[in-house]
C-alpha cells in the first residue's frame, strides 16, 4: 500500500546536527513533491520544507531556512532531510507528508507516522 | 507571509451537537484550504480539500465551506470518535502555513 516511512531520529545535543530519512514505497514516488511538517510536544502542526518531484525546486519556513536542507533520491524513493546547527527549539516530532497529485498547490494526503527528534 | 488563525481555539459539545470551527487567513487563498483531523497520538488525516471537497473515506457528517480569506469546518452531529484536534493549512504556495489548531472534546 501507499506508505511513508520516516527514520533518523534521535537525541542530539545543541549544535549538532541529524539527517532523517523518508522512504517512500507504492506509487511512483518522482511524480510527487514532498513536505516535511514538524509537531513539538504538545504543540500544533509547523511546515517545514517542501521538495519538488524533481528535486529542483525547494522551499523552507522562515525557522529553519540556512538550517535545514531537503533533498531526495528518486532512484531509491526516498527523501531527506538534513538539520544542522540543531537548536533546543527544534525538538519535534518530524512527518514527511505528499501531496494529493501532481505539482505543488495540493493537500497533503498521505503522511508518515513520524520519527523524533530531541535537541538537549 | 499569509497568516492562518482559527476560532475558537478548543471547544466541548454533547454528542449529536453541531460543531464549527472557523478559519481565517490573512489574504485570499481562493480555495486552497484544507482541513486535517489529528487524534491523540495518531498521524494528521486530510478531512476536507479545496475548502469544501470530503476527502474518500471521511464521513458524510464533516463538511467545509468557504473562500477567500473564511472558511468553516462543520460536524453536523459530534460523535465520540470526532474527538481531536482540526487545523486547517492554506495550500497555494509557500510557506504552507497551518493553523493553531482547534480542539474538540466531549462535554
Known amino acids: 500500500q501507499v506508505q511513508l516511512v520516516e527514520s533518523g531520529g534521535g537525541v542530539v545535543q545543541p549544535g549538532r546536527s541529524l539527517r532523517l530519512s523518508c522512504a517512500a514505497s507504492g506509487f511512483t514516488f518522482s511524480s510527487y513533491a514532498i513536505h516535511w511538517v514538524r509537531q513539538a510536544p504538545g504543540k500544533g502542526l509547523e511546515w517545514v520544507a517542501v521538495i519538488s518531484s524533481d528535486g529542483s525546486n525547494k522551499y523552507y519556513a522562515d525557522s529553519v531556512k540556512g538550517r535545514f536542507t531537503v533533498s531526495r533520491d528518486n532512484s531509491n524513493n526516498t527523501l531527506y532531510l538534513q538539520m544542522n546547527s540543531l537548536r533546543p527549539e527544534d525538538t519535534a516530532m518530524f512527518y514527511c507528508a505528499r501531496v494529493a497529485s501532481s505539482g505543488w498547490s495540493h493537500p497533503f494526503d498521505i503522511w508518515g507516522q513520524g520519527t523524533k527528534v530531541t535537541v538537549s | 507571509d499569509i497568516q492562518m488563525t482559527q476560532s475558537p481555539s478548543s471547544l466541548s459539545a454533547s454528542v449529536g451537537d453541531r460543531v464549527t470551527i472557523t478559519c481565517r487567513a490573512s489574504?485570499?487563498?481562493?480555495?486552497?484550504l484544507a482541513w486535517y483531523q489529528q487524534k491523540p497520538g495518531k498521524v494528521p488525516k486530510l478531512l476536507i480539500y479545496a475548502a469544501s471537497t470530503l476527502q474518500s473515506g471521511v464521513p458524510s457528517r464533516f463538511s467545509g465551506s468557504g473562500s477567500g480569506t473564511d472558511f468553516t469546518l462543520t460536524i453536523s452531529s459530534l460523535q465520540p470518535e470526532d474527538v481531536a484536534i482540526y487545523y486547517c493549512q492554506k495550500y497555494n504556495s509557500a510557506p504552507f502555513t497551518f493553523g493553531p489548531g482547534t480542539k474538540v472534546d466531549l462535554k
Open positions: 489574504q485570499g487563498i481562493s480555495n486552497y
